[in-house]
């Protein structure tokens, strides 16, 4: 059986293409990350693969494009079985898909109330922001990872957004460690993993791409 040929048109600053190569990264495979230009002109390749939303992550195996991260982490999931990222059981499986759907509603969007702020930043967006990580402390409880134990499906989901927390925070003017500190040891275990850290975009760098993009928004 010859070896898949796996693609992934991505962007240094996506949460969402990082998602993907940590996906990838878990079970081992190896792909190649092709980076897009979002700024300028997107590739024809992009443009057709993603007719509709013409945006990144794109994943390609073997010529076949799919789109949008978190299906393209089940696909993944699917397709490759080991080691598994969703639990055992339909019912934590439904879980776990339940808490990917909500931070994929909630998080960075929240992230964008607040980087995207003219002037001081609302109170409202801040407590919104907080409040959802909060929500995110609860379903992870005294838990390691959301998964339990093992670092899965909901992890790779979220994890990626907090390199955009360090921009949130300079602008916003507060602090995720001191404001939820078991988020916060969930996020430093999670960058401790390879699959993680070798992908994951630094912080620093993320800040000076939303400021510069700030000033092309004219929101500076």
């Known amino acids: ?31 190649e990350a092709r980076a897009e230009d979002l700024v ?15 945006k990144v992550p794109v994943f390609l195996h073997d010529g076949k494009p799919l789109c949008e991260s978190t299906i393209i982490v089940n696909y993944i999931e699917e397709t490759w079985s080991s080691p ?6 339909s019912y934590g499986r439904a879980q776990a ?6 931070i994929d509603k909630k998080v960075f969007d929240a ?22 990580l909060k929500e995110l402390e ?38 995720v460690a001191d404001l939820c500190p078991k988020f916060y040891g969930w996020m430093k275990r999670c960058l401790q993993r390879e699959s993680v850290a070798k992908v994951i975009a630094d912080p620093e760098k993320v800040y000076e791409f939303v400021l510069m993009f700030r000033k092309m928004q004219g929101i500076d």
């Open 97 to 102: 898909r339940f808490w990917a759907d909500y």
């Open 84 to 89: 598994p990222l969703l639990p055992p059981c």
């Open 40 to 54: 300028g002109s997107k590739s024809e390749l992009l443009l057709n693969s993603n007719p509709i939303y013409k």
């Open 1 to 31: 059986m010859s070896k898949a040929e796996l693609v992934i048109l991505d962007h240094w600053v996506s949460p969402f293409c990082m998602r993907v190569k940590i996906a990838l990264n878990e079970k081992g495979l190896q792909y």
């Open 138 to 175: 609860g379903a992870l409880g005294d838990k390691d990872y959301f998964n339990g134990a093992t670092f899965g499906f909901v992890d790779i989901i979220a994890i990626p957004l907090t390199c955009w927390f360090f921009a949130v925070e300079k602008i916003g003017g507060f602090n």
């Open 111 to 132: 992230c964008g109330n607040i980087w995207r702020s003219k002037g001081e930043v609302a109170v409202e967006a801040k407590t919104e922001f907080i409040e959802i």
